[in-house]
């Protein structure tokens, strides 16, 4: 079945430093590729999507790239502030079932920043 | 809009009680999903229902797990003779349809301890 991996489970980053955390997919379609954030006592919600290879999703300095060849969507941050302390999920949405909107999530990764 | 709403925040059951956990949905959407979080597995997806019928059960526990969603502004979920494999944070979400690249709005969960 469809699946993401996440490959680090907790990444404990400085102020201004630079954030990169890896997602892998497996999936039999051609998936829509999803990053999103929970912050403590909330709901996982939305950071970007992108649904194309090649297709750059983006969103409060957040960026990752679908890439079809590796089957990767890695997200990365060009310098991370305290506020960005969560976890974040890679997922997937495989519109080859049935179009279903379903998603499949990677174990999260959680992003400490110290001050 | 108040997004998704989840009742209770908390719910504590004895081994072998029922919980009953409630969602009501955005205002308009028309899919709803219902997943379990733990630290072990992360997000798994449970069930889902589109304009109220359910579509995709796959993911629930085919003993003791039902879910139902009578009209457009609720679904619950009822475990039966819960068991303490069952602690949780219960998550709900709704989407304004049910394509692959629709995000998902997130309620912040319920978190449910039996003892």
Known sequence: GDSVTQTEGQVALSEEDFLTIHCNYSASGYPTLFWYVQYPGEGPQLLFRASRDKEKGSSRGFEATYDKGTTSFHLRKASVQESDSAVYYCALSDGSTGNTGKLIFGLGTTLQVQP | ?115
């Open chain 2, 1 to 115: 809009n108040a997004g998704v709403i989840q009742t209770p925040r908390h719910k504590v059951t004895g081994k072998g009680q029922e919980a009953t956990l409630w969602c009501e949905p955005i205002s308009g959407h028309s899919a709803v999903f219902w997943y379990r979080q733990t630290i072990v597995q992360g997000l798994e997806f449970l069930t889902y229902f589109r304009n109220q019928a359910p579509i995709d059960d796959s993911g629930m526990p085919k003993e003791r797990f039902s879910a139902q969603m009578p009209n457009q502004s609720h679904s619950t979920l009822k475990i039966q003779s819960t068991q303490p494999q069952d602690s949780a944070v219960y998550l709900c979400a709704s989407s304004r349809d049910w394509g692959c690249a629709e995000t998902l709005y997130f309620g912040s969960g319920t978190r449910l301890t039996v003892l």
